[in-house]
């Protein structure tokens, strides 16, 4: 039997995903030396890149047919977004394949200011998911009121690790342990 998934996992991106805050720390525009992998430069040649364990939590989910979605509360959606359409994920581990864009990982983009409610909602609207079927990770403790809903929340203390990944499944596999199908 395969462990239960969610059928939506959800990422902020700032502090979640890469290390700064794209409103603050990136000036445009955004450009990729030829065809570096996990790093896009900013005008002044700051990199920006995901942290090391992103890329393999990203190839699983989408092996899976998880649903993956970017929730982020931003001043700078254009940014981020151009960063993700910018930004080569390596290949998983093995493969043969050339690297994708980060971009092509995320079914969904919730990536604007406001409140991670109204990000999830519609989420669920887009979707048709029911909020119980969701799982998101972020490095604000504030967005744990997406939990009112029925989101399982997964508090990021210093970027995205496996074992962060982990500790939100067996976080999300404890509150549902028999509403979600085996098998996916």
Known sequence: MTSRLPRLVAFDLDYTLWD???DTHVTGPLHRNKDTVNEVLDKHNEPISFYKDVPQV?????AAGVKIAACSR?????????CLRMLLVPP?????DGPNTAISFF???EIYPGSKITHFKKLHEKTGLPYEEM???DDENRNKDVEKLGVTFQIVPRGLT???FEDGLAKWRR???EEVMDGI
Do not use: C, M, V, Y
């Open 74 to 82: 931003t001043d700078a959606p254009t940014l981020a977004r151009q």
């Open 162 to 164: 496996n074992k962060i």
């Open 92 to 96: 998983k581990t093995g493969s043969e």
């Open 175 to 177: 509150r549902h342990p």
């Open 58 to 62: 990203l190839h699983r989910l989408r």
């Open 135 to 137: 799982l998101f990770f």
């Open 107 to 109: 079914d969904e983009l």
């Open 20 to 22: 700064l805050w794209i």
